[in-house]
Structure formats: C-alpha cells, structure tokens
C-alpha cells in the first residue's frame, strides 16, 4: 500500500522538478533572444519523465548512498545540460541565434500552465489520503 502511494508521489514530485526545470530552460531563451548566435535549448518531456520514473523504480528507495544512520535519504536527479537538445528554428536569423520569441512565449505559457495542471492535480492526490487516513 505505501509502495502505490510512494511511486505516485514520487511520478508527481519528478514531473513537478521537470516542468521547473524547463520552465527555467525556456527562460533562458527569452533571455538571450538578442544574444547574436545563441541556440536555443529544450528538453522532450515525456522522454525525460519516463526516464526519471524509469531511474526511480530501478534505484529502489534509497538511491543515494548514506555513510551514517542519521544522514536522510536522498534521489539522483539529472540536473546537467546532458539531454538538452538544440531547438531547430522554422525561420534562420542573420545574428545566427535560433530563439523564436512566439515559439518560446507559447512554450512558456504552456509549461507554466502545466505545471499548475499537475500541482492541482497532487494537492488533489494529498487531499483525498488524508481524508481516508481520517476517516
């Protein structure tokens, strides 16, 4: 019983640190829109969700290797650019720099809303354990 609510916690929080981190990939492509020969970078989700829960069900509960009794537990993360892609853009600009600023306005307002979607969805998740828990 706790494992099911473990890994469906576990889908949202890697989901929830995914959506963050593209949120602030994204970001960083309006920020350099004017940055001559910048290449705009991004992630595919949904490959590097099932990757993240994929890692998730291999490393067990506790990944991460402690040296003493009273240290927490902790989960990798891949936190590097490893498997930030370069975005291919429909139109060349003559600066050499590949932020389209509508792509990347409508990426952002996607993923924001998104990431708002899957926090409702776990405030939702946490709500409905509690009251069983209570009941």
């Known amino acids: 019983m706790i494992d099911k609510i473990d890994s469906t916690l576990r889908f949202h929080q890697e989901a929830l640190n995914l959506r963050a981190r593209r949120q602030e990939v994204l970001a960083v492509n309006i920020a350099h829109a004017d940055t001559p020969n910048y290449k705009a970078r991004d992630f595919e989700f949904g490959s590097a969700l099932s990757q993240a829960v994929e890692r998730g069900r291999q490393s067990g ?26 975005r291919m853009p429909t139109q060349s600009s003559i600066d050499g720099n590949t932020v389209e600023m509508d792509a990347e306005r409508v990426s952002f307002a996607d993923n924001a809303m998104r990431y708002e979607l ?7 998740r946490i709500k409905s354990l509690l009251s069983a828990v209570q009941s």
Not at 67 to 83: E, L, N, V
């Open 61 to 86: 509960s506790s990944p991460l290797a402690t040296t003493s009794s009273r240290h927490m537990t902790g989960y990798k993360t891949s936190g590097g650019d490893a498997d930030l892609l370069y």
């Open 118 to 124: 899957n926090l409702t969805v776990l405030s939702s």
